[in-house]
């Protein structure tokens, strides 16, 4: 099994900036994928980033490239979703994912955190 908790989440206005955290634990985190995934009430959970075991391949929504960086920390057991020029449509509970193996963009993630709230106003 592996836990994960996100951290990070809240308010900011459009235009600003956010970091989310995801600090896994359970496994051997460098054996996992890690995806970052938003849903917006009433929307189906969408992909936002991803990025492979290494850290060295990454995968990026459209909506988002550009604005967004994901990374990850293997000593730390974490993965961070840097967010900048934030936008209303933005706002959305961030659930970060783990799946053992290769990169991928689609939910098909074993491991789901519970998710931390970002708000973005206009």
């Known amino acids: 099994q592996v836990q994960l908790v996100e951290s990070g989440g809240g308010a900011v206005q459009a235009g600003g900036s956010l970091r989310v955290s995801c600090v896994a634990s359970?496994?051997?985190?460098?054996?996992?994928?890690m995806g970052w995934f938003r849903q917006a009430p009433g929307k189906e959970r969408e992909s936002v980033a991803a990025i492979s075991r290494s850290g060295g391949s990454t995968y990026y929504a459209d909506s988002v490239k550009g604005r967004f960086t994901i990374s990850r920390d293997n000593a730390k057991n974490t993965v961070y979703l840097q967010m900048n020029n934030l936008k209303p449509e933005d706002t959305a509970v961030y659930h970060c994912?783990?799946?053992?193996?290769?990169?991928?963009?689609?939910?098909?993630?074993?491991?789901w955190g519970q998710g931390t709230q970002v708000t973005v106003s206009s």
């Open positions: 359970g496994r051997t985190f460098s054996n996992y994928a």
């Open positions: 994912a783990a799946r053992f193996g290769i990169i991928i963009a689609t939910p098909e993630y074993a491991y």
